[in-house]
């Protein structure tokens, strides 16, 4: 039963919790309107916080000089092309050991996992030169290769937890009914299935865009997803405020976007159940 | 009920997905290991030759390795703390009942789902510039001297970088914990007329104690391969006051092309992420029983 709060309290901690929360999220905020002011008023001292002249020329601007629709391509492809193939693999795999689970399946689970564990410093060098040999670098298939193994572990697992949670004894009752594998699959088991996919995908997604370890190290100019077209910021272009935040919106908000549908699936994804 | 033929199904449903993830840890790593023990320069192709341990030694009586320990610990730790303690506060503040809950919740989540590259900069530029950030604005406001971050205090400055990327996270964990606690059992606490610190300190705390745990662990894996941060702030520098373990087998292998000596890092690397692991992966596997 929810306690009776006094009207008092209440008031205090929305005060607090709003000022806190405003906070933590002002970088982000500031980021948003540096990207609708002009190049002098991003830099203006005092700075303008709403009061000032909206362009939209920063968004423009840098399209025109660098091509920014083909690096929002590439994160798009590289990170859905990722997860969805990630998925194809994950999902039979996961389905089996959650619904035909045998006497290893645990010690499976665990080593997929200890994958994850490795840094990738540690391979950086050998996947860069077989990349090389084999004229994957700065190319996005090389990069859906490699975010589909660093995130497959992660989807597997993932995929694993809501699996299990569906009732094997639906199954049976469907079999004494006389179902097929294949009505059993069509009809029972992918309708319950579908939210667990769509969380693992929406998840694996915001990875796989802000993945900025391999995105760095693997390509150049033709590949270059948004993390690493943003990494060419730093000096000097970072200097220009308003055009540095135009890119930084527009690369951050389809993820902010899916990220907050994604709230529950984080806690579940990130911690491999460990905490639901 | 599984039958032998729905076994042998399972076993090739399975296999994709173990033969490619074995194929990607194998593979790789058995060549780190293998250009570990040569010399192998890239500028110099077709030089290699065996060499022994003389890489690992190299590597580990270089005093940039241990400054780079020291920094990589420097980094989790800092960042552990800060997230952590941070964490719990904001949790506790998000749990109690005020107007707007889903709101706030939304706005202190937002920065996990910033692409490190993009929060590294803004907060660098907009923020941290000694001459035109917010900061060195604010810093005028009160009569202070303009600080220049990222140059007298780079390794904090990097800390709060990615803190800020890693509160929400933290503090999303902890909240889910704290909301399965059993409030009756505070209630019954508070009637007895326990105080709020005895109410955190022997319930509340207790009760987060594995969520914590896996905080710390989870949030260690990733914040030993801090890269991108450091990347575009600050370049490890200056000097090597940011170079963590990471970005020195990076400098070792992609800027000075050292083969041999960056396998040897990377190895090292392995090794120290593997002894976190091991604790991780215990609780995970507990876990998987209950």
Known sequence: MARAVSTRRKITFTVIAWVIGIAIFFPILWTILTSFKTEGEAIASPPSFLFFDWTLENYTTVQERSNYFLHFWNSVVISLGSTVLGLIIAIPAAWSMAFVPGKR??????????????PPVGVLIPIYLLFRDAGLLDTR??????????????????????????????????????????????????PMAVPGIASTLLLNVILAWNEAFWTLNLTAANAAPLTAFIASYSSPEGLFYAKLSAASTMAIAPILILGWFSQKQLVRGLTFGAVK | MATEHSRATARLMISPAVLLLLAWMIVPLALTLYFSFLRYNLLM?????????????????????????????????????????????????????FWGQGAVRILVIAPFF???????????????????????YLAKVFGLPPFDFLAQAPMLSIIMIVAWEWLPFATLILLTALQSLDSEQLEAAEMDGASFISRFFYIVLPHLSRAITVVILIQTIFLLSTFAEILVTTNGGPGTATTNLTYLVYVQSLLQFDVGGGSAGGVVAIILA???????????GKNLDA
Not at chain 1, 143 to 155: E, G, K, Q
Not at chain 2, 115 to 131: G, I, Q, Y
Not at chain 2, 274 to 284: D, S
């Open chain 1, 141 to 190: 298939t090389g990069l859906v290769v490699v975010l589909t193994l660093m995130n497959l572990p992660i989807i597997v697992w993932m995929l694993y937890t809501y699996f299990r949670e569906i009732p094997g004894e639906i199954l049976e009752a469907a079999r004494m009914d006389g179902a097929g594998l294949r009505e059993e699959i069509i009809y029972i088991l992918t």
């Open chain 1, 105 to 118: 399946t645990k010690d499976v689970l665990m080593w997929m996992l200890s994958t994850k564990m490795l």
């Open chain 2, 45 to 97: 192709p077709g030089m290699e030759e065996w060499a022994g341990f003389l890489n690992y030694k190299f590597f580990l009586t270089d005093p940039a390795f241990f400054s780079a320990v020291w920094k990589t610990l420097e980094l989790v730790g800092g960042v552990l703390i800060i997230t952590v303690v941070g964490g719990i506060l904001l949790a506790l503040l998000l749990d109690q009942q």
């Open chain 2, 274 to 284: 593997n002894i976190v692991a091991i604790f991780l992966m215990r609780m995970i």
């Open chain 2, 114 to 136: 910033v692409m490190p590259t993009v929060s590294a900069l803004v907060w660098k530029n907009m923020f941290m510039n000694p001459v035109n950030g917010l900061f060195a």
